[in-house]
């Protein structure tokens, strides 16, 4: 139900814009955001928002650089990822929660009832 693509290779200090499409349920009732996994490495907290769009969140290793937003009309959200560096390789998710207490746990894995299936965002030095 989530379609995640965008992702591909590019120069350090380069830009890249996922998307994450979704099928059969609205944004406007869900939380969003975006996860990356590194190989080697556990599932981390990107960016997020308020299925109201009244906050956002991020990790403080891509403040300043990358921007979550979407398109209602569309059913699709994006992040926008500027400045990217190498440590910004990783297979990149989008994820859909329902939680009423989004604001303690935006960071968690475990409250998103959504996946989308991963795109792979490679940066070269």
């Known amino acids: 139900q989530l379609q995640a693509s965008g992702g591909g290779l590019v120069q350090a200090g380069g830009s890249l814009r996922l998307s994450c499409a979704a099928t059969?349920?609205?944004?406007?009732?869900?939380?969003m955001a975006w996860f990356r996994q590194a190989p080697g490495k556990e599932r981390e907290f990107v960016r997020s928002?308020?299925?109201?769009?009244?906050?956002?969140w991020y990790a403080d290793t891509v403040k300043g650089r990358f921007t979550i937003s979407r398109d209602i009309a569309k059913n699709t959200v994006y992040l926008q990822m500027n400045s990217l560096e190498p440590e910004d390789t990783a297979v990149y998710y989008c994820?859909?929660?329902?939680?009423?207490?989004?604001?303690?746990?935006?960071?968690?894995?475990?409250?998103?009832?959504?996946w989308g299936q991963g795109t792979l965002v490679t940066v070269s030095s």
């Open positions: 059969g349920l609205t944004f406007s009732g869900y939380h």
């Open positions: 928002m308020r299925r109201n769009n009244s906050f956002k």
């Open positions: 994820a859909a929660s329902r939680t009423a207490s989004y604001g303690s746990y935006y960071a968690v894995t475990d409250v998103y009832n959504y």
